[in-house]
């Protein structure tokens, strides 16, 4: 079985210039996430530059979305992950100007593999996308002993 690459991640590094919360990343997207203890969520209102088709939200850009909330959701519990796989359903076209709502959870923890899901609706919950990913953890917790 081949296993991962090792790729020095630095985590203690601030991460101010990433695309999708980045405060300092002129052309990232800038979320914010809050946490109530279960569900990340965040707001998103896309504008002319994220767009594809004319007046439509970049597939692309809705799948930043969702994985960046994943990210958020093992985040906020304590862990520093990477995006494992990921799988999308892109169920309606978000049109640009029209406000986003965010979420994210965790479905299943298994110490260095984290399962989680994501939908991105309109604020009156007509769903736009939804996914699930499994998240890698680059930096596992020791478990406690028993002793």
Known sequence: MVGWPQIPIDTEKGYSLCFGCGKDNPIGLKLDFKWDGKT??????????????????HGG?????????MGYATRFAGMNCITASMQVRLRRPALIGEPLIITSSITENKRRLVE????VSL?????????????????????????
């Open 40 to 57: 990340a969520r965040a707001e998103f209102t896309p504008t002319k530059f994220h767009q594809g088709w004319s007046g439509i939200v």
């Open 61 to 69: 850009i809705i799948t930043c979305l969702l994985d960046e909330a």
């Open 116 to 119: 989680t899901e994501a939908s």
């Open 123 to 147: 604020k009156d919950g007509t769903p736009i996308a939804e996914a699930t990913a499994t998240h890698f953890v680059i930096n596992p917790k020791p478990r406690k002993s028993n002793a």
